[in-house]
């Protein structure tokens, strides 16, 4: 795992607005830390995939073209686990793949999308879309920081109550040093350190990752850990 990249990206996610939706917050930290025009999470709920935020109204309703219209990146990333893109909305081959919905978006000014499939525990369950006004791929930075960023989605998507907002249920900014956080967090990280067999300071980064797509605090999690109420078994971000 890169450490630093989640550490700087959770930093960012804790800066948000605290009374946001955890994935309207993906969503704004994806284009403000990747440098994208817009990001939108799109899900599978009863069968049917919806846009269920977004960085902005724009980039909302261009997403949930694909729905209307049947065809883009976000079903074809579902459909096959993989990254879904084209740098390029204006040349033949992305015509040819999603003609429909290429020349709806092109009219509204966009020149780039790719679509992250979120998958956890082996099922697709949605994709983390990104879009663009000017041409061009996105860069290994770029592509590495949505990756990140749509494995934590799919954490956050795999949760009944996703529409939640974060202060709703109580979640506090968290301390990102290691030092800062009460004995009990080191205790909870010293167990998740030796039960995955990482380092105390990635293990603290896991918590802080998964407290953060729960909508709990860090202690609240360590708490759970150190009592066994809750043991960690997978953590579906990339080692």
Not at 166 to 171: A, S
């Amino acid at each position: 795992m890169d450490q630093a990249r989640l550490g700087r990206l959770l930093d960012a996610l804790y800066r948000t607005d605290d009374t946001a939706r955890v994935l309207h917050r993906l969503c704004a930290v994806c284009v403000a830390q990747a440098g994208v025009d817009g990001a939108a999470v799109s899900g599978v709920t009863d069968g049917e995939a919806r846009v269920l935020d977004a960085s902005d109204a724009d980039t909302a309703i261009i997403s949930s073209l694909q729905f209307e219209l049947g065809e883009g990146p976000c079903l074809d990333a579902l459909a096959s686990f993989h990254l879904a893109a084209d740098p390029d909305l204006a040349g033949s081959d992305a015509h040819r793949r999603w003609p429909a919905f290429t020349s709806a978006v092109r009219e509204r000014g966009i020149a780039a999308a790719f679509a992250f499939p979120l998958v956890n525990g082996g099922v697709a369950m949605g994709t983390l879309d990104i879009y663009n006004r000017r041409p061009g791929a996105l860069d290994a930075e770029q592509t590495a920081d949505a990756q990140l960023l749509a494995d934590l989605a799919a954490l956050a998507v795999d949760r009944a109550d996703v529409a939640s907002s974060i202060d709703e249920v109580g979640i506090a900014v968290e301390p990102s040093a290691p030092w800062a956080h009460s004995a009990i967090v080191h205790n909870a990280c010293g167990m998740v350190s030796v039960q995955l067999g990482i380092s105390v300071d990635d293990a603290l980064l896991r918590l802080r990752a998964l407290a953060f797509v729960q909508g709990r605090g860090v202690i609240h999690l360590a708490r759970a850990i150190v009592s066994r109420q809750l043991t960690i078994e997978s953590w579906n971000l990339r080692d």
